[in-house]
């Protein structure tokens, strides 16, 4: 089972993909967490050229292929053996994400930037797609608290609510695949929410809960 999580900055994916992580391993899951771009060696490479903040003359075309370079490593390298182990693997980000920053927000065709994701990945789509949604303003904010902004973070807030706007979009067009779950709530309650679209589809164990009637 192949899960990714979306989003656009500050919305919580890490801290959801460990709390899932954790639950499904107690659960008897082979679990293997990546985050894109990057996770192999190569990858984390073309990671630090994308979001170099000293990289600002760098043109749409070449920012979408090296997010393409860096998801073909790590999808030969990575993905599909953890899958063809039989394991669940969780990413921090894979195409939907290209479609929203490069499609929606730098404006390059998404014809173009789709079929740029299919020669990437061989084709290979997730089985299931997480986007946590939170206002642009408020998800810069919690970006920012922590670290200095990246590349990426460093674009006018525009940029960011046409991203927002391209992964809504891309859960309106295929509702099979992509869940969208509101990141504003507690951290709990949208583990929670994680967990309701998962327990059906992985057949996860529910917690046993012991005491008196
Ligand atoms: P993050 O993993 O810390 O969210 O940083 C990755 C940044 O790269 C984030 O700003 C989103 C951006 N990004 C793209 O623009 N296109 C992509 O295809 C991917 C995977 C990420």
Not at 59 to 65: F, I, T, V
């Amino acid at each position: 089972m192949f899960i990714t999580f979306e989003g656009g900055e500050g919305v919580g994916k890490s801290t959801q993909i460990a709390l899932l992580a954790t639950r499904l391993r107690a659960a008897g899951f082979e679990v293997t967490t990546l985050r894109e771009p990057g996770s192999s060696t190569v990858s984390e490479a073309i990671r630090a050229i994308l979001l170099d903040p000293a990289h600002a003359g760098l043109s749409a075309r070449a920012e979408l292929l090296l997010y393409e370079a860096a998801r073909a490593q790590l999808t030969a390298e990575c993905v599909r053996p953890a899958l063809q182990a039989g394991g669940v693997v969780l990413c921090d980000r894979y195409c939907d994400s290209t479609t929203a920053y490069q499609g929606y927000g730098r404006g390059l065709a998404l014809s173009e930037v789709q079929a740029l994701n299919a020669v990437a990945t061989g084709g290979l789509v997730p089985d299931v797609t997480i986007v946590l949604d939170l206002p642009v303003a408020e998800g810069l904010r919690r970006a920012q608290a922590t670290a200095a902004p990246d590349r990426l973070e460093q674009e006018e807030s525009a940029f960011h609510e046409r991203v927002r706007a391209g992964f809504l979009a891309l859960a309106a067009a295929e509702p099979q695949r992509i869940q969208v779950i509101d990141a504003g709530q507690t951290r709990g309650d949208v583990a929670r929410a994680v967990m309701d679209v998962l327990t059906p589809l992985l057949d996860i164990p529910q917690k046993t809960t012991t005491g008196t009637a």
